[in-house]
């Protein structure tokens, strides 16, 4: 009987969790908020990012299994339990798929320059575009993780390349004419309100994924100890990208000048405009392709891990948990993730304008995926009452650090589907 392979290293696990959490397109939209976006992405790193990281630590090592947040819900509530937060997690992600998609083919307009970008508007693009990469992509994670696993590798230095460009401009904004937003103690002051906490929840959003290499687990070596390792280092490095990439932003661009679906390519052409620069906007937009690819193909190759474990269980159809005899992936779960994707593609763009149809996708998308996190923060306090916990590496702080990590993550994630879903 074929079997999953492991494939999946400490660095494939840093560089999946960086092109699977960073989007550029979260930091946009922090971005067009104003001075008061620092704040909010410190908050969300407090409430919700550690608070995440820790009992993703957890739940790892108790249960290092294929399936992540589908298992830990299952183990701690039963099997209807575990079958909600996997369908929740999977279906979320479908959605998901379309309005990375809009972005990546948004941005890749850039690498042609003017010539191009005539069809930012164009349904017809779109489709096509957002079709071509979703198969592409599928394809390559058809094939295996071990060829697979390099186009997330590839896209976490994709993440990084514009994200240096853009403290580049920032610095030529700067010595030219200054910063674009003018920051005080007052105006970094976040003012409460719907709106304010919609963009809170959204950036919440853009923390979480440190559980999808988890869904992975037999596909790791060693996954008690490399799993655990790769969400400190990734953590580190996703906060830095985040929080700096932001500022770079507003001082780039004022922020009712930012465009959410293609900010940098635009600051850069924005700046650079009757110098020989220009071609930086093409190389950014080239890398956030890139990036794009390589999130789409970790989120893709991922989620596919649930219908299949679901197949195994018996809870979804069994030839969802077949594995390809060649390539050892589930590729009948992967082809029909690739089948729903394409409608959910061709409902969105159709009968509506690209950025409708974005923002749209992307409500839709939160309140569906913090729905798991849920079962995973409820997850932590019930497995610590009822599990082994022999070689596990437990939140610090003993019973109060667990309810003061677990609460916050909670407060957090309950608050983020609530405010996603009242117009700002």
Known sequence: MAQLKRVLNLRDIVLMNIVAIVGLRWLLTAAQTGPSATVLWLAALVLFFIPQALSVIELTTRYPKEGGVYVWAREAFGPAHGFIAGWCYWVNNLIYYPSLLIFIASNALFIGGSAWLGLESSPLYMVLFSLAMLWLVLGLNI????????????????????????????????????????????????????????????????????????????????PRKTLPRGIVISGVLITMVYILGTLATQVALPANEVSILAGIPQAISHLFAGTGWLWLGGLAALAITLGGMGGLSAWLGGTARIPYVSGLDNYMPAALGKVHPKYGTPYISLIWQGIFSSAFILMAVIGSTIEEAYLVLVDATLVLYFIPYIYLFAAVVKLRRTGNSEGVITIPGGQAGLYLVVGAGLFATVVSIIFSLIPG
């Open 143 to 222: 094939r295996g993780l071990s060829l697979g696993k390099w186009i997330q590798n590839v896209g976490a230095f994709g993440t990084w390349l514009p994200v240096l460009i853009l403290f580049g401009v920032a610095i030529y904004a700067l010595a030219s004419r200054g910063s674009a937003t003018t920051f005080t103690a007052q105006n970094m002051i976040p003012k409460l309100s719907s709106g304010t906490l919609g963009v809170w929840a959204t950036m919440c959003f853009g923390f979480a994924g440190l559980e999808l290499a988890s869904v992975l687990s037999d596909e790791v070596h060693d």
